[in-house]
């Protein structure tokens, strides 16, 4: 049993999970003005991704890009692992590979404090992908613990076909599955939210260049 094998029902009897599927997690987050380097790739790759129609073409044309520029915006403060495996608890099924990471650390050459884990929906099925978001959210909970990073409040994650994406939070024992899910034309929206939940101070002050809409 790994990260794949959990469904929604799974993950909420056998991780003892309380779910809150009503709140617009981050609805007093103002999009931003993303680059024009990112918007040009978006608009070359978005098509190209769909016409090609495999889960491979919008990992590699549409998600990889929108997470390189989430780590560029915040100048590098954090790092990015995709394919990284995630070994916590082989009892629980907490195990396997996971699509990509985003950690609280500038650290690349190996993982510290996870903060969001990024699952790709397979089949373009979005909420056949959150019970593994869920795991592995909890995972990586339990690792920041293990490791002493207990100091991270929440840990999230989010669910992506490459053109919708889905946010969640994980509290305590308490998961916030956001109302909304957001299209790849919102990614000034999409992209405002990744720094709301990495919530580096200095990328609150400087955009990196961004500006709010």
């Not at 909420?12 to 993303?34: G, P, R, T, W, Y």
């Not at 099924?93 to 969001?116: M, N, R």
């Not at 305590?172 to 929206?189: F, M, R, W």
Request: hydrophobic share 45%.
């Amino acid at each position: 049993m790994s990260y794949s094998d959990f469904n929604l029902k799974k993950v909420k009897d056998e991780l003892q999970l309380n779910f809150i599927e009503n709140q617009d997690l981050f609805a007093a987050v103002s999009a931003v003005n993303v680059s024009e380097l990112l918007q040009t790739v978006l608009n070359y790759n978005v098509p190209l991704a769909l016409a090609m129609g495999t889960e491979k073409a919008r990992s590699e044309l549409i998600i990889v890009n929108v997470l390189l520029e989430v780590k560029r915006l915040l100048s590098n403060q954090i790092s990015l692992f995709s394919g990284i495996n995630l070994d916590i608890d082989k009892e629980k099924g907490l195990t396997g590979f996971c699509d990509f990471v985003i950690t609280k650390s500038p650290e690349q050459y190996y993982v510290t404090a996870p903060l969001i884990m990024i699952v790709e929906a397979k089949s373009e099925y979005i909420i056949g992908g959150l019970g593994q978001c869920i795991a592995e959210m909890y995972a990586a909970n339990l690792f920041n613990q293990k490791e002493g990073k207990d100091i991270l409040p929440v840990v999230y994650g989010v669910v992506t076909t490459g053109t919708n994406w889905k946010f969640l939070k994980l509290e305590q024992n308490t998961v916030y599955l956001d109302l909304n899910e957001y299209h790849i034309s919102n990614i000034g929206k999409i992209m405002a939210i990744f720094v709301e939940m990495i919530d580096i101070e200095a990328a609150r002050r400087d955009f990196g260049g961004y500006a709010r809409k």
